[in-house]
């Protein structure tokens, strides 16, 4: 089982960037998919990005493409989410999740590791 601690979460401005970062122990993330998901007060959790670390493969929501990117770095054992060009409604608990797998599928139900969130709030 692996532990996941998500860090880089804040305020920010509409339009500005962040940068998330999950890093992991307890072993290492060859042959997990990693994922980030998002749940804000009162919605369902919703997968934003999903990485493969075999092949990097990736998956992102429609509402994020074009303005986050997911990375790995397997010497760091971390997963990073870039989010650029934020808006309002990207305004959630961000968390980070692992699960034994090859593919980048983004359904949270699939994920078994999960971190304990981070706040990201786009407020002027």
């Known amino acids: 089982q692996l532990q996941l601690v998500e860090s880089g979460g804040g305020l920010v401005q509409p339009g500005g960037s962040l940068r998330l970062s999950c890093a992991a122990s307890g072993g290492t993330l060859d042959y997990y998919a990693i994922g980030w998901f998002r749940q804000a007060p009162g919605k369902e959790r919703e997968g934003v990005s999903c990485?493969?670390?075999?092949?990097?493969?990736?998956y992102y929501a429609d509402s994020v493409k074009g303005r986050f990117t997911i990375s790995i770095d397997n010497v760091k054992n971390t997963v990073y989410l870039q989010m650029n060009s934020l808006k309002p409604e990207d305004t959630a608990v961000y968390y980070c999740?692992?699960?034994?797998?090859?593919?980048?599928?983004?359904?949270?139900?699939?994920?078994?590791?999960w971190g304990q969130g981070t706040q990201v709030t786009v407020s002027s």
């Open positions: 990485i493969s670390s075999s092949d990097g493969r990736t």
């Open positions: 999740a692992a699960h034994f797998s090859l593919s980048p599928r983004c359904d949270s139900w699939r994920y078994d590791d």
